[in-house]
């Protein structure tokens, strides 16, 4: 079971696109890494919905995790 405070800690931590970036260089491999720029990294409006694990994106298409 998740716990929604640490949960709500990443989102907010990792809507800055800056501390994903450094995020993302300092747990993924350089050859990924360099090959990915910070301007480049966009946010997707999705939010997990009850128990059946979906996501369903703010245009209301639903995707299954």
């Known amino acids: 079971m998740s716990n ?3 949960d709500s800690i990443f989102k907010e931590l ?5 501390v994903f970036y450094d ?3 300092a747990f ?4 990924i ?4 720029k910070e301007t480049d990294l966009k946010r997707e409006q999705t939010e997990l919905k009850g128990w059946s694990f979906t996501m369903e994106k703010r245009n209301g298409h639903r995707q299954r995790m």
């Not at 990792?14 to 800056?18: A, M, S």
């Not at 993924?28 to 050859?31: A, D, F, G, M, S």
């Not at 890494?33 to 990915?36: D, E």
């Open 14 to 18: 990792f809507e800055d696109r800056t």
């Open 23 to 25: 995020f993302l260089k």
């Open 28 to 31: 993924l491999p350089k050859e």
């Open 33 to 36: 890494t360099k090959q990915i």
């Open 4 to 6: 929604p405070i640490k």
